[in-house]
């Protein structure tokens, strides 16, 4: 599904409407005054889709709108509930043979890794505290701080509600800090997400819902949907970024799946570390994140793009499961959307080339390539396609591209350094 930014206005209102109640569009981010509403559609927590409306359309306008757009997958829902088809009509509120439940008799621990950034973190820990799921714990690194800012927001939070945990990681880089993460983790599945993401209550469940899709499922991740569109970075990065939010049907994936020429090395095609779970004792067998990757090494990403590669090649499988929504806050500046895109280009190059310095991937690698040119070749027009119009930011592509020069040179330094994996 393409998602596109109107030119028209000064912005987009991102938000959810649940199908069935009463109630009326929900969103992590107020309205501002934006032009249009792009609405995720759930019926009983699952997402059916996307419409995108006038700001300020009516309730039933928008319900009229989910059932002409999303009806027959409405209707599939309600039939695998058992529950009558109420067509046009709201329907009544999950019951225990809605397809969305899960059982809650496992773990799960989520892990949040955070550098100086308290002022944001306390943000995404009271969404965290809303989660519903029963068997849970939080556990938030905090990665070579610089001050105890966040070690007294996370205790002060932890004397009201025991499910957080604080922990530090002396050495700095996100790999580091996943792994400490999965080091002290007590649950069966360990999630990760980030400090500028809002989970929605269900979340977890949702994950616990593709680790039940089939007994080999040793990485599940899900939706990531745009918290807010009110300016043109953030604008760039939802339409650069649209594989995130834009896939509502469930996937699995493992080695016979059909993913086309670049599988299974092609970048977003699982998902992303913003919104993503995995097997513990699995990972663990593993050896966690390569440190050599991520946010804080020379690298600045790939770490989990590499994580998902050897969940693959381990034997296990991948569920993408749409039920498992969080919502991202975008790069919402000029200069900091240069330095992610930048980031992202480094992070790409630098785990495609710790591919091919492998021995059992470099070859499957490198006939891959040409269609790697040809997929990058395409990343300017179908980014500028999705953004209908609005300018894209100065320099932001050409940022990107540097980024792919110099990933494997970082790489090498980072790996000199002492990478794990």
Known sequence: MTLTVSARGTGVWCCELELSGSGGPAAVVP????????????LHGEP??????????????????????????????LAAEGAPPAVGERPGPATASCPNRVAEDAHVSVVVCTRDRAEQLGACLDRLARVAYPRLEFVIVDNAPSDDSTKRLV?????????????????????????????????????????????????????????????????????VCTASIGNEAEAYFDARNSGWSGRIAAKLFDLRTDGGPLYPYSAGIFGTGAN???????????????????????????????????????????????????WHHHRADHDSLLRQMYGYGTGLTAYLTKLALTRDTRRDLLRRIPSGLVRLARIRTDTHRRLDGVA??????????????AGPFLYLRARRAGGTP
């Open 31 to 42: 309205p501002r005054d934006e032009p249009a509403m792009r609405v995720l559609v759930r």
């Open 48 to 77: 059916l889709g996307y419409l995108t409306r006038p700001a300020g359309t009516p309730v039933d306008g928008l319900v009229e709108g989910a059932w002409r757009t999303f009806g027959p997958k409405a209707l599939e829902h």
């Open 155 to 223: 205790t002060a939070l932890a004397e009201r509600d025991e499910r957080f945990r604080y922990v530090c990681e002396p050495r700095p880089g996100l790999s580091p800090a996943r792994n400490k993460g999965l080091e002290v983790a007590r649950g069966t599945y360990v999630a990760y997400t980030d400090d500028d993401v809002s989970v929605d209550p269900g979340w977890v469940h949702g994950l616990v819902r593709g680790f039940a899709t089939r007994a080999d499922v040793a990485c599940v991740t899900g939706l």
């Open 276 to 326: 993503v779970a995995f097997h513990r004792d699995r990972t663990v067998a593993l050896g966690g994140f390569d440190e050599a990757l991520g946010a804080g090494s020379p690298t600045r990403g790939g770490e989990d793009l590499d994580a998902f590669v050897r969940v693959l090649r381990a034997g296990h499988a991948i569920a993408y499961q749409p039920a498992a929504v969080v």
């Open 392 to 405: 894209a930011p100065r320099a932001a592509l050409r940022r990107e591209f540097a980024g792919y020069l």
